[in-house]
């Protein structure tokens, strides 16, 4: 979802000449900025004489104030995007409640900041494309049709012929927002084109740092953005950037959080990336690189994030990082607390491990690693500070760590090493005790899993109770048994 940038300020000036520059060049120059896009839906209404509206929710129309710099089409098509979208679902919201005068005045504001996208893009933007001014033209005879259908809808009374009307603007409305999305669309992919194209023939790294750094705050805006870098094969040109050492480690740590953004599992975007296929064991080498020579704890979990998505992504990746002895780089890094010092840094790692584990081959060079052993530390992942996403981050852990251990432990070999360093123990404990998993389904379920793949190899580690309560059991009257269990505070 876009999200409009927040209200800038200044901060505090001590400098008697730089508040007076301030105060004669950036407040006048924002204020006329702003004055332009604050008074011309007004200028609107007073023109198609429609007095503005008084009803009680009027406090809450939009103001689409700090209006992006000259030549930033990017930033405009992003703050005037999510006005008009936030406009068209408000008029619906009216429309559902047959609030005929609101949801006129609404149409009129909303026509006119598709007009100002439509003449602001055209003054900032290259040639547009025949494509475009189609599209554009198909918007603005919606909008007109918009505002004549709600204007005779108020001046209609009889609510048999309100119903019928009622459906024309919910269907114009409809198409209205689908040749603004194709619109928006058009328009972002070619600005995103025009950023990977800059990267592409910078040879300046202080312009491809920038540049990268504004490809990453797209990615911030959601799943569409990620879509259009994926569409215009935005991920090779970061390839370049990470595989090239001329690059500032920050600069490469960037592309390596575009890289996580746009691969991330979450988004349904993977179509998009056939040819990122081209370049994958390139970026997956980089990557792990990168993690093994990362200064900080930061730069490690970007490119440990990136890894864990493209692991989701293909499981071509697993093998590569086989390959590459990935296992040794990730776990060697676990014993670094500089690197690896946060749940959400050790999610990324167990991430990258359970996708690792599905390879047979994976289970001999974890237990060549010591792999176990840390396994069996993330299955006793606590949160610090116990804020919501902390929390969260260790069940994610916990869990992982858990489904880790049933996929590895078809190796007898890491089943028994497992046993010996009291796995079954504690799997036995995160079951029973509620608070142990921070009452998560997730986490009973996955050490449910792995304490009875553990079982089949070595039954000789487990006492009666747990054999009847936890192995022989259907694993949901198991898993019911444990979701109700109540803790004894005697």
Known sequence: MMALPGGRHLDSITLPGQRLHLMQVDSVQRWMEDLKLMTECECMCILQAKPISLEEDAQGDLILAGGPGPGDPLQLLLRRGWVISTE?????????????????????????????????????????????????????????????????????????????????????????????????????????????????????????????????????????????????????????????????????AEAAAVVAQVTSPHLPVTQHLSSFMESMEEIVTALVKLCQEASSGEVFLLASAALANITFFDTMACEMLLQLNAIRVLLEA????????????????????????????????????????????????????????????????????????????????????????????????LCRSPSERNSSDAVLVACLAALRRLAGVCPEGLQDSDFQQLIQPRLVDSFLLCSNMEESFV
Not at 96 to 107: I, L
Not at 111 to 131: D, F, L, P
């Open 334 to 429: 676990c014993s670094d607390k500089q690197r690896v010092d946060t749940p959400y840094t050790r999610d990324q790692v167990v991430t990258i491990l359970a996708n690792m584990s599905v390879l047979e081959q994976c289970a001999s060079d974890i237990i060549q690693e010591n792999g176990v052993q840390l396994i069996m530390g993330m299955l006793s992942e606590k949160p610090r500070s116990g804020t919501p996403a902390e929390v969260a981050a260790c069940e994610r852990v916990q869990q992982k760590a858990a489904v880790t251990l049933a996929r590895l432990s078809r190796d007898p070999d890491v089943a028994r090493e497992a046993v010996r360093l009291s796995c079954m123990s504690r799997l036995i404990e």
């Open 88 to 252: 068209l679902r408000r008029i619906g919201q009216k429309l559902a409640q047959d609030r005929w005068a609101r949801v006129h005045s609404m149409s009129v504001r909303l026509t006119c900041h598709a007009r100002s996208m439509v003449s602001e893009y055209s003054a900032v933007s290259r040639n547009s494309s025949k494509e475009m001014g189609q599209i554009e033209k198909l918007l603005m005879e919606k909008c007109s049709e918009l505002l004549a259908v709600t204007e005779r809808c108020l001046q209609v009374e009889n609510e048999h012929v309100l119903k019928s009307m009622k459906a024309c603007v919910s269907e114009t409305l409809s198409m209205l927002g689908q040749h603004f999305g194709q619109l928006l669309e058009l328009a972002l992919t070619r600005e995103v084109q025009a950023l990977v194209r800059k990267i592409d023939a910078s040879d300046n790294i202080y312009t491809t740092e920038s540049t990268t750094g504004n490809l990453f705050s797209l990615t911030q805006e959601g799943a569409p953005l990620c879509r259009i870098i994926a569409k215009v094969d935005g991920v090779l040109c970061l390839a370049d950037i990470l595989t090239d050492d001329s690059h500032s480690e920050a600069t490469r």
